[in-house]
């Protein structure tokens, strides 16, 4: 799970038919071609297979979590932005 697909990008590849599947109202898991480096910036996520999960939040207990992580103090500008993985 990202918070957003820019979060995503740096792992994967998002074409737009992705992105419209992911941002959707259903938000279900989409498999992304993953990008090089995946395995070693994700280590131990998907090692050796070419493709990566990948889902948003969708429920208000995920964007309270993802919300924390940034280190947001108010506002929806964060939702945005790219979050980094190690946070």
Do not use: H
Request: glycine share 8%; hydrophobic share 45%.
């Amino acid at each position: 799970m990202a918070a957003n697909v820019a979060s995503l990008q740096p792992y994967a590849e998002v074409d737009e038919a992705s992105r419209r599947l992911l941002e959707s109202r259903e938000r279900p898991i989409v498999l992304l071609a993953k990008r090089p480096g995946c395995d070693e910036a994700l280590a131990g996520i998907a090692n050796g297979v070419s493709a990566l999960g990948a889902m948003l939040p969708y429920t208000p207990i995920q964007w309270l979590l993802f919300f924390e992580a940034s280190g947001a103090t108010g506002g929806t500008a964060w939702m945005q932005e790219p979050q980094n993985s190690s946070s």
